[in-house]
């Protein structure tokens, strides 16, 4: 659609058309904008209009379909691949031994403080880790909380969140929370944000693609599944024509 923005005053004087051919798009502090469908000085470009399967058999449109999902599937996960970063290389260092006492004060410690860092749709990227060394600066224990997450996700955020910030956890709830704690030698590094992490902008972006690949491995096993069932109805029509209804209603209360 082609549109233009002009004062209302000087609407019909410019292009010198009556106000029975014109459309009226919208008012924004006294100025149209509109287009015209009959006067041939202003050229509307073409839309090309979306393909569609109109084909009267189920199985053509079924197999139009999941091949076109498929494409998109196969793009989705290109796509995905620009997110994936290398880890950086492990950092050698000691891992702190605590008793089991030291354990369940930080626990108890940890459950009673108020403080805590969101893990949302985005998931572990170096803004997370960032607000976990802040909180650390005032806080020996911080509770991360992950919301929304799929079951059994929990546990690859704690083991992804202990590798970045070399934190400790102390114990993972039921309601997707964890616990960390910054260790007894902790010293606040220069750089909170890991470089091998995702920015809160990549991260969305991840996302999304990441939901669109689900949805649409979805579908396609849907279109799959729907796919089978129209063979087998195929099959079980055709095998009755072949024989003759009586003969067929006769092999079926057989079986």
């Not at 502090?29 to 393909?51: C, D, E, M």
């Amino acid at each position: 659609m082609l549109t233009f923005s002009i004062p209302h005053n000087q609407m019909k004087q410019h292009l010198n058309l009556s106000s029975r051919n014109l459309f009226l798009w919208g008012h924004n502090n006294g100025t149209y904008r509109f287009y015209s469908r009959i006067h041939p000085a202003i050229s509307v470009p073409s839309q090309k209009a979306k393909k569609k399967m109109n084909s009267p058999n189920p199985e053509v449109r079924i197999r139009y379909k999941l091949e076109k999902a498929k494409r998109k599937e196969a793009w989705l996960i290109e796509k995905l691949r620009k997110y994936d970063i290398p880890k950086a290389p492990a950092e050698v260092y000691d891992p702190e031994i605590l008793t089991e006492e030291e354990r369940h004060y930080l626990k108890r410690t940890g459950e009673k403080k108020k403080n805590y860092v969101q893990v949302g749709r985005r998931g572990v990227f170096g803004g997370v880790v960032l607000n976990m060394h802040l909180h650390w600066k005032k806080h020996e224990t911080v509770k991360v909380v992950c919301k929304p997450c799929k079951p059994g996700q929990v546990y690859e955020y704690a083991e992804e969140l202990a590798r970045l910030s070399k934190g400790i956890v102390i114990d993972i709830k039921p309601n997707n929370t964890v616990i960390f704690y910054r260790g007894k030698n902790y010293v606040q590094p220069q750089i909170m944000s890991p470089p091998d992490t995702l920015s809160k902008n990549k991260a969305l972006e991840k996302y999304k693609y990441e939901q669109s690949l689900d949805h649409t491995s979805e579908f396609i096993e849907k279109l799959e599944k729907e796919l089978e069932e129209y063979l087998e109805h195929k099959a079980q029509y055709t095998k009755a024509k072949d024989i003759g209804p009586q003969d067929f209603l006769d092999n079926n209360r057989c079986n």
